[in-house]
């Protein structure tokens, strides 16, 4: 067996045909062979945008109630060990390949993805540290993702859009379909996509859950600088804003506030908790701004409504002589739109490739660009850690550098920075 978690994750990718080969029938077969039978109440969240924030902002909360919280995200920034968190901290190189080997001593036969393998690995190492409580991140979709296989005590979608097409559907009616696959019998399901899809409410009546939506069940209204809460079992009033920066996130917080509503009789957790996770909550790339002149933000932003999310905060910031856009997408999503959303608020693009399987080139992102007539001036690079150079010798201290357009994007100019994901 490989020695090493760098070994394990090469052997991972090497395992299955496909990247992604949505299905439970072959993690059913091997969860059932290393009884994987968690006890703990468990959360999973899906949704086109703002499944990391929700994931973040419920693991803060519940950590600062003094639970030992169990938390799976996908995907990684800089090391694997990000995706597996128990009590605020990475698992270690030794815990992951300890449950790999435990998954491939009774997998014999069965083809897993790379994902579905570190599913069954993150919940085998969240019983293994007797955990209270697991929050578990969808990978994509939800009725067909290796989460699923898991029953969840409360079950959040956080919006629907046009996304992942080729596995999900066409239209956005297709794709809410595929996400309300995570909703349980008896079970309370959360919604907080203002325009909420038929498909979802269809669903959660077909399945028996009991479903809250923003604006309904969930209500939210900010109050002279703090904001009250209220859902079908309560309310809590003159809250901080989140850490996390953006005036949507107050959405992605109250559907975190109702999910603990749904389970505060197992979970009970107290406004001081709730005020100290809120504001001590981090989430790496996620609109974040990096200390220091010029400003550095850092955004893993890859679709369009993220796209106008992004554009928005940018929007709400000072404002900055000259805004330097490192950008680089995977080819499969909606490059023109993304451009339109974010072509206001950028002087220069400095555009790269990126080197994975689905990764535009240079040459495309640059037609892109050329195509959607954009106002900015447009150089090329190699590479994103290339174009960062470029950016921080070229910026003043009252520019800003902008770095967007997918996982792969800011890593490598995290890496290039010398940051860190704690």
């Known amino acids: 067996m490989p020695n090493s978690l760098a070994d394990w994750l090469a052997y991972l990718e090497s ?18 062979r290393l009884k994987l039978n968690p006890e703990f109440p468990i959360f999973v969240i899906g949704g086109t945008n703002g499944k990391g924030s929700v994931c973040g902002l419920l693991e803060s909360i519940l950590f600062a109630a003094g639970y030992r919280v169990g938390c799976y995200t996908s995907p990684h920034l800089l090391k694997y060990n990000e995706r597996v968190r128990i009590a605020k901290q990475q698992i270690t190189d030794d815990e992951l390949c300890a449950s790999f080997e435990e998954i491939e001593r009774v997998r014999e036969d069965v083809p897993l993805t790379y994902f579905e393998f570190g599913t069954l690995a993150a919940m085998h190492c969240f019983i293994e540290h007797k955990v209270e409580v697991a929050i578990l991140e969808v990978g994509l979709g939800g009725r067909l993702d290796a989460v699923n296989i898991f029953e969840s005590d409360c079950s959040v979608v956080t919006n629907v859009d046009i996304d992942h097409t080729e596995y999900l559907g066409k239209t ?11 909703f349980r019998k008896g079970c309370v399901a959360i919604c907080t996509d203002k325009d909420i899809p038929k498909a979802i409410t269809t669903h959660a009546r077909q399945v028996g859950a009991e479903l809250w939506r923003i604006g309904h069940e969930i209500k939210c209204t900010p109050n002279q600088g703090q904001w009250d809460f209220s859902s079908n079992l309560g309310a809590r009033r003159a809250l901080p804003y989140p ?79 000259h805004t330097y856009a490192v950008f ?6 909606d ?21 994975a399987e689905r990764g535009a080139t240079t040459e495309y992102l640059d037609h892109q660009l050329q195509n959607g007539r954009v106002s900015g001036e447009i150089k090329t690079f190699s ?25 792969y994007t800011v890593a490598e100019a995290m890496g290039e920075a010398g940051l860190l994901v704690t």
């Open 328 to 333: 680089a997408m995977l080819q499969d999503k």
């Open 172 to 182: 956005r009616e297709q794709i809410a379909y595929e996400k309300a696959g995570i």
């Open 383 to 407: 590479q994103v850690a290339e174009a960062m150079r470029f950016a921080y010798n070229e910026a003043g201290d009252n520019d800003r550098i902008m770095v967007f357009g997918s996982f």
């Open 335 to 355: 490059i023109p739109g993304v451009i339109a959303a974010l072509n206001v608020h950028i002087d220069t693009w400095l555009v790269a490739g990126i080197a």
């Open 243 to 321: 850490a996390l920066r953006g005036s949507f996130q107050l959405n992605n917080a109250s559907a975190v506030l109702a999910a603990l509503d749904a389970l505060k009789h197992i979970l009970p957790v107290s406004m001081a908790a709730v005020r100290r996770g809120l504001g001590e909550v981090q989430l790496a790339g996620r609109f974040q701004l990096v200390p220091g002149r010029p400003t550095l933000i850092l955004d893993v932003a890859h679709n369009l409504h993220a796209a106008h999310a992004l554009a928005q905060n940018l929007a709400d910031m000072p404002s900055y002589q």
């Open 15 to 32: 395992l299955h045909p496909k990247t992604i080969s949505l299905g439970l029938e072959r993690v059913a077969i091997v969860k059932q």
